[in-house]
């Protein structure tokens, strides 16, 4: 019994000095300090004045071209600009539909069940944009049953 209290002891002794051998500095508790090259290449500035899109974006043929993803991406991330325009015109002509309140566009599945002066309901495929990559879900066209499509929320100001 007295040889394995000194193995115990020796090995207390040792994990204590181990742990005294990596015990935490008092500049552990600063904060790392941002790099800063030695000899900075100045960057040229060309790549400051990022250039907008291409020329061939400002042609409106080519948007009937487009796979409705892509309108859906010019629309998204190019918004206040005559892409997002275009896009949101070819939609339209692909019979999409812009819905103010939800910010999403809408298509009809089916014929509406009932049709008002106020509203039509029925089946609607609509795109959701909105899913993050975690949840595994959006960036994709769902499908919407009983959705009551109100007039007054429906985006109409754009001509085709």
Known sequence: PVAS?????????AALNQSLAN??????????KQYSPRN???????????????PVFEDPAIYEHFHT???????????GTYQQYLAARELKKQSWRFHKKYKTWFQRHEEPKITTDEYEQGTYVY?????TYESKSGWCQRIKYEFTFE????????VV
């Open 127 to 131: 795109f959701d944009y909105q899913g």
């Open 69 to 79: 993803d892509t309108l859906f991406f010019i629309f998204y991330y190019m918004q």
């Open 5 to 13: 209290d000194r193995d115990s002891l020796s090995s207390n002794l």
């Open 151 to 158: 007039y007054e929320y429906l985006e109409d100001e754009l």
């Open 23 to 32: 015990m935490p500095q008092a500049h552990d508790r600063e904060r790392t």
């Open 40 to 54: 900075p290449y100045p960057t040229p500035k060309v790549y400051y004045n990022a250039p907008g899109p291409s």
